[in-house]
Nanobody
Framework: QVQLVESGGGLVQPGDSLRLSCVAS????????IGWFRQAPGKDREGVAT????????LYKDSVKGRFVISRDSANGAVYLQMNSLKPEDTAVYYC?????????????????????WGQGILVTVSS
């Protein structure tokens, strides 16, 4: 069964850190471009960070640059989103997505649209 699973979410205070993990069953994440997306209540889903499957180049949403880092852990078959200096406006359901085509991932990242695989999402709440 092909599946993406996120973990590592939870409730934290402003300024804290969290690391989200994305693992796959049924396929190898190294072969895929991976994106982290989020959807806050009442808002559209937005791209947060994405990593290329050819050269591991990365892109970040402006509001998370310098605070979030996306990375691959090939040994453990995972992709992480390290989130530092969290703010209340980072509160959202975070989704991991995977696509073999970088261009398709970029399109979804910027304007929405199809990607091959989505995780079920995990809640991150930043509140004092």
């Amino acid at each position: 069964q092909v599946q993406l699973v996120e973990s590592g979410g939870g409730l934290v205070q402003p300024g804290d850190s969290l690391r989200l993990s994305c693992v796959a069953s049924g396929f190898t994440l190294d072969d895929y471009a991976i994106g982290w997306f989020r959807q806050a209540p009442g808002k559209d889903r937005e791209g947060v960070a994405t990593i290329n499957n050819n050269d591991d180049s990365t892109l970040y949403k402006d509001s998370v640059k310098g605070r979030f880092v996306i990375s691959r852990d090939s040994a453990n078959g995972a992709v992480y989103l390290q989130m530092n200096s969290l703010k209340p406006e980072d509160t959202a359901v975070y989704y991991c997505a995977a696509d073999r085509l970088w261009n398709r991932m970029i399109s979804s990242y910027y304007v929405g649209g199809y990607v091959e695989h989505w995780g079920q999402g995990i809640l991150v709440t930043v509140s004092s």
